[in-house]
């Protein structure tokens, strides 16, 4: 069988309050130095806050050099880190076909502030379309991964498939994320935001800061051997709560131990572990369970979120790079702030670096909301060939279309709005009522939840047999979660942003859809959500059969569960590894 | 006591979006949380916090405080009446 094709990094740079170049930020970060600061700005809160923040009069110039005023600001972001990557690799533009992987879980969402509207600016696809067309890169090789806070380490495994397989010799892989009072008054409202500098798996730890960054990396089958690879890469979910992490660790030991089963490491191999440590009681806490569950609790753990604050889409990106760049110059980081272990399950955790050990490999991993984890390995040096994984041979086994107030199983009807009220609110509580359904956490969701719930209620209503691991969710949509997003908004703008309803924000994340699907029928294993300009089934239902082969998954949910205002339209399919 | 219980009923399922229940069915000192009573969450926990604020006037930082007070729709009527401002 021939052997996969190993992704390395050949290149790479992080943008951060510490700087603009990895370079810039690895130093900073060898002097303990913290990007995390107080700031009074209204730009982006009401109140003051620790927060790590990109200096922006640094970035107008690089802008402006770069003649770049008409885009928005995360916008810049991503071209000028993409600039200096392929700078980095000796180029000025990508190579030819090279694919580009934007994760991002906010966007340009600051658009929505402006107008009462939902202006184009606001949708992901536009804002990775606008990034592409700059760097000549076809709207057919670009997508966007919006998981959460795993949508970076996602992107990552995603990226290194794609080139495991062929299907593209060179990917750039690109996380951002900035922040405005949208953001800042959703994690207020969660009471998880600390108001000092925050202290990852530290005793007195009480919440996490947000941070603004954007890295990308040069991913290539083509590097060389001195440069970092991703040998392994796996996602899963814990199907336990859409914002609290699980409570046994469960869902992240899987992808951490899917991760280095691909990559053919063992526990002895490992060098460190970057775990996300957001420093919230409960995420260090289920953190520290898993680490021990992969019996990696006598490695050295560490988390980057004390010197860039939480940067959500970008944090897996840029930590990743870190850990390529620590595994090279054999440093594992410490621990800013950390002085006493608070986790139930110790840790090897320190406050003060490590230099001049024998590096190897690193084990990346990151979870959020929407009760998603994700694992990445990598690795120094050369690697054993893995044998390639041809895509999954499938069987459909049934096909759920929501659209048009009409709910079809199979092309047959199955439940249909009465002519009275077609509106989405009154004919999907119908809907899900003709489907026998009884969970009272229905009618909390966000519209776009209810939409895939009742999808996946359908799809799965004759009973199928499965453990928990062994069924995925891979879904896609145009407008992510704008239509919650508005509404997050508008609550902000009229009422203050002390106004901010968690259980609207919980919301802004369109990958929550395959988590109230994951907790309601129980599955754990891969869960992607995708954003695209046009939902492309043919490509959606290729990367399902490819993780199906990858993961030994038996069953697959893919497609699309697209809701914005009263346009809707789901069309979910179950498909069976044969 | 009794209009504030039935208030504070009349809110949670207003805000709390608990669908087809009425004010009658919720017993004032059953569990609110868990899979016991109203199998309420900790996002509802946070929406509590804000009802309290917004209509009482009365803060809770920490969720975790927030724990025997909201055991039940009586143990919060109580608290709201010795604390309102």
Same mark, same amino acid.
């Not at chain 1, 999907?428 to 776009?448: E, P, T, V, W």
């Given at each position: 069988?021939?052997?996969?094709? $190993? ?23 060898? @002097? ?17 806050? @620790? +927060? ?35 700078? @980095?690799?000796?180029?000025? !533009? ?71 397989? /062929? ?5 750039? *892989? ?9 953001? $800042?008054? /959703? ?63 469960? /869902?992240?030991?899987?992808a951490i131990r899917n991760a280095m089963n691909e990559?053919?490491?063992? *526990?002895?191999?490992? $060098? ?34 004390s010197y860039f604050g939480h940067t959500l889409g ?7 790079? *870190? ?8 440093? &594992? ?20 670096? &490590? ?15 929407? /009760? ?67 969970? @009272? ?66 919301? $802004?994340?369109?990958?929550? *859809?395959?988590?109230?699907? +994951? ?14 300009? %046009? ?33 809707? !339209?789901? %069309? ?7 | ?21 009425? =004010? ?6 059953? =569990? ?29 930082e920490n969720p975790a405080e927030g724990k025997e ?17």
């Amino acid at each position: 069988m021939a052997s996969r094709t $190993t992704a390395r990094i050949v290149s790479d740079n992080i943008i951060s309050a510490l700087g603009f170049t990895t370079a810039e930020n690895m130093a900073a970060m060898h @002097q303990y130095k913290s990007g995390i600061a107080l700031h009074k700005r209204d730009d982006i809160a009401s109140t003051p806050i @620790q +927060a790590a923040l990109i200096d922006r009069d640094k970035l107008a110039t690089k802008a402006r050099e770069r003649e770049l005023s008409n885009y928005s600001l995360l916008e810049q972001l991503f071209i000028l880190s993409i600039a200096d990557t392929l700078a @980095q690799a000796g180029m000025e !533009h990508p190579a030819a076909h090279t694919a580009l992987i934007l994760s991002t879980t906010k966007g340009n969402v600051d658009a929505l502030a402006h107008t009462a509207d939902v202006p184009s600016e606001a949708f992901l696809s536009y804002t990775a379309q606008r990034v592409a067309a700059y760097w000549g890169i076809d709207a057919q090789d670009t997508v966007v991964v919006s998981n959460a806070c795993i949508s970076g380490v996602s992107a990552l495994v995603i990226a290194s498939r794609l080139i495991g397989d /062929g299907s593209y010799d060179n990917i750039i *892989v690109a996380g951002g994320d900035v922040l405005s009072p949208f953001i $800042t008054s /959703g994690f207020l409202s969660f009471k998880s935001i600390s108001t000092q500098p925050c202290r990852p798996y530290d005793a007195l730890r009480d919440g996490l800061n947000l941070g603004e960054a954007c890295g990308s990396v040069l991913l290539s089958g083509n590097g060389n051997e001195s440069d970092i690879a991703i040998t392994g890469g796996a996602i899963t979910n814990d199907a336990n709560h859409i914002s609290g992490p699980s409570r046994t660790g469960d /869902g992240l030991y899987y992808a951490i131990r899917n991760a280095m089963n691909e990559a053919g490491v063992s *526990v002895e191999d490992v $060098t460190f572990v970057n775990a996300h440590g957001t420093a919230t009681a409960y995420n260090d806490e289920m953190e520290s369970k898993a680490i021990h569950w992969a019996q990696l609790q006598e490695k050295p753990v560490n988390s980057m979120k004390s010197y860039f604050g939480h940067t959500l889409g970008a944090s897996g990106v840029i930590e990743s790079i *870190v850990c390529a760049h620590a595994l090279q110059e054999n440093f &594992i980081p410490g621990t800013l702030n950390y002085s006493e272990c608070g986790v139930p399950c110790p840790l090897v955790v320190s406050d003060r670096h &490590i230099e001049g050990a024998t590096s190897r490999v690193c084990v990346k991993t990151a979870s959020g909301f929407g /009760g998603c984890n994700a694992a990445l390995i990598l690795q120094k040096g050369s690697v054993h060939p893995q044998p390639t994984t041809l895509p999954a041979t499938t069987e459909c086994v049934s096909v759920v279309e929501i659209d048009n107030a009409t709910l079809k199983v199979d092309n047959n009807i199955g439940y249909e709005a009465t002519d009275e009220d077609k509106s989405f609110a009154t004919f999907i509580r119908g809907a899900y009522k003709s489907l026998d359904g009884k969970n @009272q956490k229905f009618y909390k969701m966000s519209d776009l939840c209810k939409l895939g719930y009742v999808a996946a209620e359908a799809l799965l209503q004759n009973c199928i047999n499965f453990a928990p691991e062994e069924v995925g969710i891979i879904l896609s949509n145009r407008s992510a979660s704008l239509d919650t997003d508005r509404k997050h908004q508008d609550i902000i703008s009229s009422d203050g942003e002390s106004c901010a309803a968690p259980a609207v924000f919980v919301y $802004t994340l369109p990958n929550v *859809v395959a988590g109230e699907i +994951a907790i309601r029928h129980k599955i754990q294993g891969e869960n992607t959500f995708f954003i695209q300009e %046009e939902y492309d089934a043919a490509w959606m239902e290729n990367y399902a059969r490819k993780v199906m082969a990858h993961d030994n998954l038996k069953y697959c949910i893919v497609g699309r569960c697209e809701l914005l205002k009263e346009n809707y !339209h789901a %069309e979910f399919k179950l498909i069976k590894t044969i | 006591m009794e209009e504030l219980i039935l208030q504070l009923k009349e809110q949670l399922i207003s805000e709390l979006n608990l669908e087809e229940i009425t =004010p009658e069915e919720i017993d004032t000192e059953a =569990p609110l949380f868990g899979d016991e009573g109203l199998g309420l969450d900790s996002i509802d926990a946070l929406e509590i916090i804000l009802i309290l604020e917004r209509n009482y006037g009365i803060k809770i930082e920490n969720p975790a405080e927030g724990k025997e007070i909201f055991y039940s729709v009586g143990t919060l009527a109580r608290y709201i009446d010795a604390n309102r401002k």
